[in-house]
C-alpha cells in the first residue's frame, strides 16, 4: 500500500525541481510529470520524487489533520 501524503511547495527552482514542505520536513521533488503548471502555496502528491498531481488546499489541509491524528493515536498506542 502507497500512501500520499499532501506536501505544500514553498519554492520552485529553474531547473522544474520543487521544494515542499510535507508535515514539517523539507525535501526536493520533480515537477516534470505534472500535467499542468504549479505554483508556489499549491499542494501536490508526490511519488519516488515526483509531484504527480495537483490537491486543493482544503483537501489537502483535511488529509494532513487525518495523518496527524492518525500519527498521534498511533503514540499513545505505544506508551
Do not use: W
Request: charged fraction near 20%; charge should be negative; glycine fraction near 4%.
Amino acid at each position: 500500500m502507497c500512501l500520499s501524503i499532501p506536501s505544500k511547495v514553498i519554492q520552485i527552482d529553474a531547473t522544474n525541481i520543487a521544494t515542499v514542505d510535507t508535515m514539517g520536513v523539507q525535501r526536493q521533488v520533480s515537477l516534470d510529470l505534472m500535467p499542468e503548471p504549479v505554483e508556489i502555496g499549491e499542494y501536490v502528491l508526490i511519488h519516488v520524487g515526483f509531484a504527480m498531481n495537483k490537491i486543493d488546499q482544503e483537501d489537502a489541509l483535511e488529509s494532513l489533520k487525518l495523518y496527524q491524528q492518525i500519527h498521534e493515536s498511533l503514540e499513545v498506542e505505544a506508551l
